[in-house]
């Protein structure tokens, strides 16, 4: 079984500020993650994925995320928050081996302060 | 390449009543799955279908049910429709096992 928890379902930061959204997983195997953005009235689009390999990931938009086995911890950070940051964000994670469905997150959403 | 399409956008229906969503994955790809989107329960997965069959299913009622087509393309039913079913629909496509899920703009529905 799988599970993602999301810590903090709303997050506030000021323009250029860092960006840290969390995100610790449990897997019974080892996991595939990700991290989506969701902005109003839209689909989810893919910021980054860790798969195997580096454990640094960069994404889009500047966003990178770190696997950290050690503390089933995946969190989203950018060093500079831009105004078209504001948006909601989830964590999802799914298994690696067959049809494996993906497991979100509550979601985080984050406003950006001028 | 046109991403995931999703048919209708917005769709508003009554108690009882039953609804069908349509989607287009992106050209190419033979895997499409269903996630029902709430404030109060979030993303949860609801079925995944692939070259026309249905392999994974998520914990909905029967209510719920899909179907895929030759071309890929996917349908999505629930019958019976009640006030708690109102939701964001997003279907995802992807070209297989271990691939990116790439999803639409979403299906809004509201039963009233």
């Known amino acids: 079984a799988q599970s993602v928890t999301q810590l903090g379902s709303h997050v506030s930061v000021s323009e250029g500020a860092l960006v840290l959204l969390r995100c610790n997983y449990s897997?019974?195997?080892?996991?595939?993650l990700f991290w989506y953005v969701q902005y109003p009235n839209q689909g989810l689009q893919l910021l980054l994925k860790?798969?195997?390999?580096?454990?640094l990931v960069k994404g889009i938009n500047g966003f990178e995320a770190e696997f950290k086995k050690s503390e089933t911890s995946f969190h989203l950070t950018k060093p500079s928050a831009h105004m078209s940051d504001a948006a909601e964000y989830f964590c999802?994670?799914?298994?690696?081996?067959?049809?494996?469905?993906?497991?979100f997150g509550q979601g985080t959403r984050l406003t950006i302060n001028p | 390449k046109a991403g995931v399409t999703q048919t209708p956008r917005y769709l508003i229906k009554t108690r009882g009543q039953q609804v069908t969503l349509s989607c287009s994955p992106i050209?190419?790809?033979?895997?499409v799955s269903w996630y029902q989107q709430t404030p109060g329960q979030g993303l949860q997965f609801l079925f995944e279908?692939?070259?026309?069959?249905?392999?994974n299913k998520g914990n909905f009622p029967g209510r719920f049910s899909g179907r895929q087509f030759s071309n890929s393309r996917s349908e999505m039913n629930v019958s019976t429709l009640e006030l708690g079913d109102s939701a964001l629909y997003l279907c995802?496509?992807?070209?297989?096992?271990?691939?990116?899920?790439?999803f639409g703009p979403g299906t809004r529905l509201l039963v009233l």
């Open positions: 897997s019974s195997v080892p996991p595939y």
């Open positions: 050209s190419g790809h033979r895997s």
């Open positions: 860790y798969t195997t390999g580096a454990t």
């Open positions: 999802a994670v799914s298994g690696f081996q067959g049809a494996q469905k993906l497991v």
């Open positions: 279908y692939f070259s026309e069959t249905q392999r």
């Open positions: 995802a496509s992807r070209t297989g096992d271990q691939e990116t899920q790439y």
